[in-house]
T-cell receptor
Framework: EADIYQTPRYLVIGTGKKITLECSQT?????MYWYQQDPGMELHLIHY???????EKGDLSSESTVSRIRTEHFPLTLESARPSHTSQYLC????????????FGSGTRLTVV | RKEVEQDPGPFNVPEGATVAFNCTYS??????FFWYRQDCRKEPKLLMS???SGNEDGRFTAQLNRASQYISLLIRDSKLSDSATYLC?????????FGAGTTVTVRA
């Protein structure tokens, strides 16, 4: 069973709204990640964290921001949503030493109208 | 050049067939290798790790060739339920790089 949870599962929101996508994991993993994936396309890393108070930008430029105040929680925020932000957002976590791969959440499918 | 490259397919095969495909990676210092499976509109899930000596998990066999910098996945006796996109994943400094995926469709 998945031990990493994302909410909401689906979100439809108007342009200009501020939104926060939640991600929590109960595995005690130090590393957490946010990926963006359009239908039928590859995953793009947009943010990652190696632990509390650590956040880094990923390979794909994103207007979103993240925070890591607690080990288990890694929320992603869009201050002003735009239609170009419509996508699926996947959160993942892994042990610091790697080697065991990632565990992904079920994703948030965001539509900005 | 992308860090991880895969043949996108699709590979359309009948039930019971064997299907195999590769993935190449550009960083010779890559440390760990995985195959993930992603079903349509779902999150990726770890299928298997890939070890230098090669490894099997039921009908799935993974191989790593460090000299030529590629990994492979072979599916024997394919089932309808094997239809999915298979993602090649490579780690560098604890960061995972994903290939774009190879789509496999198994038909009855």
């Amino acid at each position: 069973e998945a031990d990493i949870y994302q909410t909401p599962r689906y979100l439809v929101i108007g342009t200009g709204k501020k939104i926060t996508l939640e991600c929590s994991q109960t595995m005690g993993h130090d590393k957490m990640y946010w990926y963006q994936q359009d239908p039928g396309m590859e995953l793009h890393l947009i943010h990652y964290s190696y632990g509390v108070n650590s956040t880094e930008k990923g390979d794909l430029s994103s207007e979103s921001t993240v925070s890591r105040i607690r080990t288990e929680h890694f929320p992603l925020t869009l201050e002003s949503a735009r239609p170009s932000h419509t996508s699926q957002y996947l959160c993942a976590s892994s042990e610091l030493q790697g080697g065991s791969g990632y565990t992904f959440g079920s994703g948030t499918r965001l539509t900005v109208v | 050049r992308k860090e991880v490259e895969q043949d996108p397919g699709p590979f359309n095969v009948p039930e019971g067939a064997t299907v195999a495909f590769n993935c190449t990676y550009s960083n010779s210092a890559s440390q760990s290798f995985f195959w993930y499976r992603q079903d349509c509109r779902k999150e990726p899930k770890l299928l298997m790790s890939v070890y230098s000596s090669g490894n099997e998990d039921g009908r799935f066999t993974a191989q790593l060739n460090r000299a030529s910098q590629y990994i492979s996945l072979l599916i024997r006796d394919s089932k309808l339920s094997d239809s999915a996109t298979y993602l090649c994943v490579v780690t560098n400094d604890y960061k995972l790089s994903f290939g774009a995926g190879t789509t496999v469709t198994v038909r009855a």
